[in-house]
């Protein structure tokens, strides 16, 4: 009921394409979808998050897709640079600001990008 | 700004040593705390919680403990160290004043080596 499933594990794409990673999840009551970047040896940033009452999120190059029906998100980026290699995490949580989830995040298991130049 | 500090950065230790990690954040007050362990090649396991000073919550049984001594202070311990405790520490916080409360913000990371 937790889970949080992720693919692909890995993605290799050439610099210019589209990446794009998908998660889905099983806990309705989860009300929170960050992205986080992590590159070797560093700690997760996040990247980009949505909220389930908007389909659509754009920042940049990134674009989170938010299928509330199908109980699934999706991270495209699109024009994907050798600088974009790095894992990728999708989350969720439930509580929002407050409750009692203290905002504890879900994590899915993480895509390892490679953009080839 | 908010900054948060994690340390050490790597750490190799004999099975059945003690550990020690130590997280602090500045720049806010009473935020969320949260230590994570990540195993190679996966992804990122909540070990505890925090919501204030002295208040640990535990999600998975094991051989670590934790304790919040001060209002943005979170240590990660052990009496004695097992192998599968070897991976990849993280520690975050969210909440506090000013920020954003439902993101959450991670440190560099432990790199713990048990040998």
């Known amino acids: 009921q937790q889970q949080v499933k992720q693919s692909p594990q890995s993605l290799i794409v050439q610099k210019g394409g589209i990446s794009i990673i998908n998660c889905a999840y099983e806990?309705?009551?989860?009300?929170?979808f960050p992205w986080y970047q992590q590159f070797p040896g560093k700690g997760p940033a996040l990247l980009i998050a949505i909220r389930p009452d908007v389909s659509e999120k754009k920042e940049g190059r990134f674009t989170i897709s938010f299928n509330k029906s199908a109980k699934q998100f999706s991270l495209h980026i699109m024009d994907s640079q050798p600088g974009d290699s790095a894992t990728y995490f999708c989350?969720?949580?439930?509580?929002?600001?407050?409750?009692?989830?203290?905002?504890?995040?879900?994590f899915g298991q993480g895509t390892i990008l490679t953009v080839h130049p | 700004s908010q900054t948060i500090h994690q340390w050490p950065a790597t750490l190799v230790q004999p099975v059945g040593s003690p550990l020690s990690l130590e997280c602090t954040v500045e720049g806010t007050s009473n935020p969320n705390l949260y230590w994570y362990r990540q195993a190679a090649g996966r992804g990122l396991q909540l070990l505890f919680y925090s919501v204030g000073i002295g208040q640990i919550s535990s999600e998975v049984p094991q051989n670590l403990s934790a304790s919040r001594p001060q209002d943005r202070q979170f240590i990660l311990s052990s009496k004695k160290l097992l192998l599968s405790d070897s991976g990849f520490y993280l520690c975050?916080?969210?909440?506090?004043?000013?920020?954003?409360?439902?993101?959450?913000?991670f440190g560099a990371g432990t790199r713990l080596s048990v040998l």
């Open positions: 975050a916080w969210r909440g506090g004043r000013r920020v954003a409360k439902n993101i959450q913000y």
């Open positions: 806990n309705t009551a989860f009300d929170y």
């Open positions: 989350a969720a949580s439930t509580g929002g600001a407050g409750g009692t989830s203290y905002g504890k995040l879900t």
